[in-house]
């Protein structure tokens, strides 16, 4: 009948799946090398290894770097630069990352925004080594009056905050006392006291406004002449 097309039973036959012509795609499967099996396959004999030694033997390899028992290359070049043991680390966080988590609702305007807090709202990665400095991407729209603690901040920052009515308190922690700042559940969890703040170096204490309080105060400064509120806990 015309306008019907017709397939061929080999064609109909080919679209079944039957157990008999269940099979993997071709080249999905290739043979084993078969070693050991004449001079004439090329694999004869030592099959490949040439003769003893240890990259001969089953189950043995060498690791990258090895040069049989002489002192490797890594170890005879002379090393070059400099690494400091007492290098200071600070996380990052620009202003255009704290407005995105205001807005996203993460982190609340309306109290002092610590350095817990930007780690719980994601502002900042999970590993903070020595504290966290605020910079400036982003200063040109920031337009929240927000009151933050950090451990430094860029004077661009600090300006751009002051001039949108907040104010950046720059504080410090030790090690311990960050620590006890980031997880005090870990402390409460072994029955130990949450330790009091450790003073600055001299060399440092001028970069910092105050020692951080431990349990950190979330109440909003108030400005000289007005009345005081007390944040929402």
Same mark, same amino acid.
């Given at each position: 009948? &015309?306008?019907?097309?017709?397939?061929?039973?080999?064609?109909?036959?080919?679209?079944?799946? *039957?157990? #008999? #012509?269940?099979?993997? #795609?071709?080249?999905? *499967?290739?043979?084993?090398? !078969?070693?050991?099996?004449?001079?004439?396959?090329?694999?004869?004999?030592?099959?490949?290894? @040439?003769?003893? @030694? /240890?990259?001969?033997?089953?189950? +043995?390899?060498?690791?990258?770097?090895?040069?049989?028992?002489?002192?490797?290359? !890594?170890?005879?070049?002379?090393?070059?630069?400099?690494?400091?043991?007492?290098?200071?680390?600070?996380?990052? =966080?620009?202003?255009?990352?704290? !407005?995105?988590?205001?807005?996203?609702?993460?982190?609340?305007?309306? /109290?002092?925004?610590?350095?817990?807090?930007?780690?719980?709202?994601? &502002?900042?990665?999970?590993?903070?080594?020595? @504290?966290?400095?605020?910079?400036?991407? @982003?200063?040109? *729209?920031?337009?929240?009056?927000?009151?933050?603690?950090?451990?430094?901040?860029?004077? +661009?920052?600090?300006?751009?905050?002051?001039?949108?009515?907040?104010?950046?308190? *720059?504080?410090?922690?030790?090690? =311990?006392?960050?620590?006890?700042?980031?997880?005090?559940?870990?402390?409460?969890?072994?029955?130990?006291?949450?330790?009091?703040?450790?003073?600055?170096?001299?060399?440092?204490?001028?970069?910092?406004?105050?020692?951080?309080?431990?349990?950190?105060?979330?109440?909003?400064?108030?400005?000289?002449?007005?009345?005081?509120?007390?944040?929402?806990?």
């Amino acid at each position: 009948m &015309a306008g019907r097309c017709f397939h061929s039973s080999a064609a109909q036959h080919a679209e079944f799946i *039957t157990l #008999n #012509n269940l099979s993997d #795609n071709p080249g999905a *499967t290739h043979q084993p090398k !078969r070693l050991g099996r004449g001079i004439g396959s090329g694999l004869g004999k030592t099959s490949g290894r @040439g003769h003893k @030694g /240890q990259k001969a033997r089953t189950g +043995r390899k060498v690791k990258p770097g090895f040069e049989g028992g002489q002192t490797p290359l !890594r170890l005879r070049v002379p090393k070059r630069g400099f690494h400091n043991p007492h290098r200071v680390v600070w996380a990052p =966080l620009n202003l255009y990352r704290l !407005r995105e988590r205001i807005a996203e609702g993460r982190l609340d305007p309306g /109290q002092v925004i610590t350095m817990k807090a930007l780690r719980d709202a994601h &502002a900042i990665g999970k590993k903070i080594d020595h @504290g966290v400095k605020l910079l400036a991407q @982003g200063a040109e *729209t920031f337009d929240i009056p927000v009151h933050i603690e950090v451990s430094q901040a860029s004077e +661009r920052a600090k300006a751009a905050i002051e001039k949108a009515g907040g104010s950046v308190t *720059t504080v410090y922690y030790n090690k =311990l006392g960050l620590r006890a700042l980031l997880k005090p559940e870990a402390f409460e969890g072994k029955g130990r006291l949450i330790p009091k703040p450790a003073r600055a170096p001299v060399k440092l204490a001028s970069r910092f406004d105050r020692l951080g309080v431990l349990p950190p105060v979330l109440t909003v400064p108030t400005p000289v002449g007005s009345t005081s509120v007390p944040a929402q806990q």
